[in-house]
């Protein structure tokens, strides 16, 4: 089992495919194995989903928006109007994705890639921890 730490630069709010920066900061993959993938911050997510078409990634933020307002009177807002929308859209969404890996490669299907979801205006840097076991 291989452990690997990755810090992102921030991003802006919204879905944003880091597929290439995954896999560049673990290198070769074994033949077979699993690819575990957690992000350690309440107010961002990962997900899979469809990595060609830029408009999956706008429909995303739109939706999750509406369906997790700011306008809602949330009783946490210590760090302002997007920070308890954000925890929220985090739990939806999840802190982790798993994925299997294949012929040295991540067994993802033809239209897939990793997602970090930023639900704050101002994130920052966002750190993941990248478990790979064969």
Same mark, same amino acid.
């Given at each position: 089992?291989?452990?690997?730490?990755?810090? $992102?630069?921030?991003?802006?709010?919204?879905?944003? +495919?880091?597929?290439?920066?995954? =896999?560049?900061?673990?290198?070769?993959?074994?033949?077979?194995?699993?690819?575990?993938?957690?992000?350690?911050?309440?107010?961002?997510? =990962?997900?899979?989903?469809?990595?060609?078409?830029?408009?999956? =990634?706008?429909?995303?933020?739109?939706?999750?928006?509406? $369906?997790?307002?700011?306008?809602?009177?949330?009783?946490?807002?210590?760090?302002?109007?997007?920070?308890?929308?954000?925890?929220?859209?985090?739990?939806?969404?999840?802190?982790?994705?798993?994925?299997?890996?294949?012929?040295?490669?991540?067994? $993802?299907?033809?239209?897939?890639? +990793?997602?970090?979801?930023?639900?704050?205006?101002?994130?920052?840097?966002?750190?993941?921890?990248?478990?790979?076991?064969?």
């Amino acid at each position: 089992m291989q452990q690997y730490l990755l810090s $992102l630069p921030p991003y802006p709010r919204g879905f944003h +495919i880091i597929t290439d920066r995954v =896999l560049a900061a673990v290198g070769a993959l074994p033949q077979v194995g699993m690819m575990h993938v957690f992000i350690s911050h309440t107010s961002a997510g =990962l997900t899979i989903n469809e990595n060609a078409d830029p408009t999956v =990634l706008q429909d995303f933020n739109s939706f999750i928006d509406k $369906l997790v307002p700011e306008s809602y009177p949330y009783k946490h807002d210590y760090e302002g109007p997007d920070d308890m929308p954000a925890h929220i859209k985090s739990s939806l969404m999840g802190h982790s994705v798993t994925i299997p890996i294949r012929d040295g490669k991540l067994d $993802l299907g033809t239209w897939q890639g +990793i997602y970090l979801c930023e639900f704050r205006d101002n994130g920052g840097s966002r750190k993941l921890t990248i478990t790979v076991w064969s």
